[in-house]
């Protein structure tokens, strides 16, 4: 089968390749390097995703990867988490005065803030690579600050994560008729950025070596009905 790897930077993109490359499993997985954000991700995979699928050589599955920000204490600097849910998590409008202060794209009715990947393969990949299963959640703007992290978590219960490009590639692979998964290694703490506390080369090394256990689950792709 093929899969599309979409990741932000060149960093994140060399450390899913050479872990695909060492599986050697019968999964073909081109890993590209969108830049970061939604919509870089969004328009660079949807161009690969519909330029393969004319070629006749469409991709099985669109995979989204990198490191992020986990929020605390479930998803620990050094962990990996596997997307239960894509969330746009800022996509929306301020709505002072109610209820709360967010209104999200679809509260609005103007489309999905959340793509759902298939449940038995985000789990089957979170038991393989020994991640936390949950959702993700995808930013415009990093937080930066602890009043943000809570706003978050509590518009989001049970979020692990935060990262920028999920959601785009979950887009364009809805748009392509293609599922999507979301993969990412935690660097840092969702919160006040304190850049001495991050971990860019463990949590590197950590979406490396989850990638190398999920490959094998992905082989599977063709044989086994995913829901």
């Known amino acids: 089968m093929r899969v599309l790897v979409a990741t932000a930077v060149p960093a994140e993109r060399d450390a899913v390749a050479a872990a695909c490359a060492a599986a050697g499993a019968g999964v073909e997985a081109d890993v590209l390097a969108t830049g970061a954000g939604p919509a870089a991700a969004a328009a660079r995979t949807a161009v690969a995703l519909a ?19 986990g929020f ?13 849910e894509i969330v746009a998590a800022d996509l929306g409008a301020e ?24 449940t038995a393969l985000a789990r089957a990949a979170a038991e393989a690579a020994g991640a ?7 930013v415009s703007t990093a937080t930066g600050t602890a009043g943000r992290a809570a706003l978050l978590a509590r518009l989001r219960p049970g979020a692990l994560a935060e990262a920028m490009e999920g959601f785009g590639v979950a887009e364009a692979a809805a748009a392509c008729g293609v599922p999507a998964l979301e993969v990412r290694a935690v660097s840092n703490a969702v919160g006040p950025r304190d850049r001495a506390a991050w971990r860019i080369p463990e949590a590197l090394a950590a979406l490396g070596a989850a990638f190398g256990a999920i490959v094998p689950v992905l082989d599977g792709w063709r044989e086994r009905t995913w829901s």
């Open 51 to 69: 330029r393969e699928a004319a070629r006749g050589r469409p991709y099985a599955l669109a995979v989204s990867a990198g490191i992020g920000g």
């Open 72 to 84: 605390a204490p479930a998803a620990p600097v050094g962990s990996v988490v596997v997307a239960s």
């Open 95 to 118: 709505t002072p005065g109610g209820p709360e202060p967010f209104a999200s794209v679809a509260d609005l009715g103007f489309g999905t803030a959340v793509h759902r990947p298939p």
């Open 132 to 138: 936390a299963l949950g959702p993700v959640l995808t």
